[in-house]
């Protein structure tokens, strides 16, 4: 089953922000357009880092609290100093942004996507072309549109893409029923080994949140080596186009 790509949902217009940019210019940026954190750029548009509100106020944090004397060991305390006034001393969007960006491409899937923003416990990510240039950005609530689908949408994907693109079935032999994300299917099977490829597709559609299966079958070939029960799928599918 194919999931949606990061291109068919990513902002295209991007709000984005120069390495050289001033603090104050990444503050009224961030309040003017009312988002979080925006992709640090460099003269030929290529994502050099991410600046978020939490960096400006860990800025502000650190200018009261960092230490003026060093341990003369590099500890990990002392290493947690030094990026602390490090931070402190910050003037412009390179200094302050947090490198190297975590990036997606937009042929990359939207699963793809949610699976990096958890890993890396992120809100954003630009997405880039080959050569690293902003081209969009995706955000959580661009990837949880996806579970927003119609329910109307979704009963046409499951008809099309799984029963009749999949497994060759005619549509009104197997009722498809949706509500709230939850695809119920009703209906007799050919075989057995229908039923189990027809929940697990839909269960991978985007936007399904369970499948209640309520098929039946009329032929049980689960005994069957898995060479003779491809042998009999692509025999039967053959006549049922007779």
Known sequence: MKHRKIGHVMTGDVVRVQKKATLRE?????????????????????????????????????RATHPRRWLPALTARARAA?????????????DLMSRPAVCVHPQ????????????????????????????????????LGVFLRPDAELRT???DEVLVGTLWLAPQN?????????????G??????????????????????????HLTYRTDDSHLRLDDRTLHGVADDWMRKL
């Open 108 to 143: 990359e899937t939207v699963v793809e996507a949610a699976r990096t923003m958890a890993h890396h416990r992120v809100k954003r990510l630009p997405v880039t072309d080959e050569d690293n240039r902003l081209v969009g950005i995706v955000t959580r609530h661009d990837l």
């Open 26 to 62: 990444v503050a009224e940026l961030l309040a003017r357009h009312r988002i979080s954190g925006l992709p640090v750029v460099d003269a030929d548009d290529r994502v050099i880092g991410v600046v978020s509100e939490s960096d400006l106020m860990r800025r502000q944090s650190d």
């Open 82 to 94: 030094r990026e602390a006034a490090g931070t402190a001393r910050a003037m412009t969007a390179r």
């Open 174 to 186: 197997i009722r498809v029923g949706v509500a709230d994300g939850i695809v119920k299917l009703e």
């Open 188 to 213: 007799r099977m050919e075989k057995k080994s229908e039923i189990d490829i027809a929940v697990r597709m839909t269960g991978q559609i985007d936007g399904v949140l369970a499948v209640v299966n």
């Open 157 to 159: 994907e499951v008809v």
